[in-house]
């Protein structure tokens, strides 16, 4: 793992993540330099579903990217709380490439398990749990390459969830399906939150689905990546895309965004 | 399928057959006829003589040996000194495509001795290992076995030959890994030794599998080739050149078709275990 900030006592009891001042300085091969993220304040609350939205090219997977450890930060830190721990119960769902080619789904899914040294027995009962609670049951053995776009995010997401984690980090994780499947997901994800309760930010540039799945919505300015617009959602779930404050919200992210294209 | 649609797939079958066969048939007919018009046969055998040779692999010439005992040195030292190739190349390979330190000290002196011809290692190898065989470097002067054809020298010049396809390729194959699996699997926990097995080496191992496909390969042409320089004193390159010194040209063709037999086997086998190997097939999605 990169080497991170050390970690303090939080101020607040239940925050499961700390932001201040985050900034990301990317460096080309011509010299040139571009500023990804700018201070970035954020405070991520445990049980939190945060969700991202911002234009392509925003920096939005780059702060994804620093609050997974992938990166590191050029200023300012960000400061997880004492029982988020990496390789333990952070876990990050991708777009692509979600799914190692090579095992088998209830392979793929039991990764996390085999590399924690738990028995073989324990972690095939698990595994099959885990797959019925994704609507995967029957395709044990199947390999990526043979299932379909929307089934094989539903296998990354029991991946993760074999980890049992307390942060669940996702990379616009639904953004290579169809609608339908989209839409079908998206429901499979909400009530995975609401029995477990995990923290989880999820990226994303369609507004549509920020606001379905987020209890907060932070809307991203473009270079650089700065915390525009910060939205509290409390409509009741499931949530109905065709209500008035529904709508109304969408107009209003929509207008946020189109503003910072012009 | 109806019973029409069987007769015409089977004689689809066999028309695929016949074509097949015409090529062989079509040449040993034109090769006996002109053997037969020539009739030198310690220039050109007929097929019939050199057929006869084949029919009787156990047939000890002079002191040489025979066809099939030839062979089966040729063999053993083969699969031995690909064997270590394998270990030493796939190894070396993941560990400088993963470790971009040691990959930066090794690699130069990899480019400077690859293009060498592995052949032209065979002197030094000998006087390295002068003709040392396998049962000696355990203690043992004569096994009376047919590991004491085995001599150290062939094996190092095998060793060559096999290395450097295993080596590029495997390292090929790990540096193409994808960057997402390794993060993929440092985020579920894995460590770097559990990394090393669980992703770099079934990530590579389409790449691993050609390489080491192209090594045998490479071994076989090598192995013939240097048991027909000076010093050799078995093998089925040996005793190609020492029928051909003797001008016993039906030796020499047979142990043509053998040579040719043989790594045509050892393609397909590959090829076999490839396939089962990689069932999941290099598709990333």
Redesign the interface.
Known sequence: MTSRPNKQKLPEKQAALEIRGLGRIFHSDLGSTVRALQDIDLTVCSGEFLTLVGATGCGKTTLLNLIAGFETPDEGFIRLSDNLQFGENIAYVFQHYTLFPWRTVSRNVGFAMEMHGISRRRRKQKTIELLSKVGLTGFENAYAHELSGGMRQRAAIAQALAMQPKLLLMDEPFGAVDDSTRTELQQMITELWQENHTTIIFVTHNIDEAIVLGSRVLVLSERPGRIAHEYKIDLPRPRNRLAKEFTNLFIEIRTALSGQLD | MSKEELKISKSRNYSKLIRWVAGPVILLLIWQAAAHYYNQPWIFPSVTRVLSQLAHPLRQHYASGSLLSNTLISLLRVILGFSLAAVVGVTLGIVMGSVTFIRDIIEPVIELLRPLCPIAWLPFAIVVFKLRTLPQLFGIDYSHTIFDQVQLGMIFVIFVGGFFPVLTNTLDGVTGV?R??L?????????RR?IFF??YL??S?PMILTGLRQGLGLCWFVIIAAEMMTGGDSGIGYLLIYASDNSAMDIVIAAMLIIGAVGALLAFLMRRIMHSF????????
Not at chain 2, 183 to 191: I, P, V, W, Y
């Open positions: 994808r997402n699996y993060l993929l699997a440092k985020t579920l926990g894995a460590s559990q669980h992703v079934p990530a191992m990689v069932s999941w097939k290099p598709k990333e999605v």
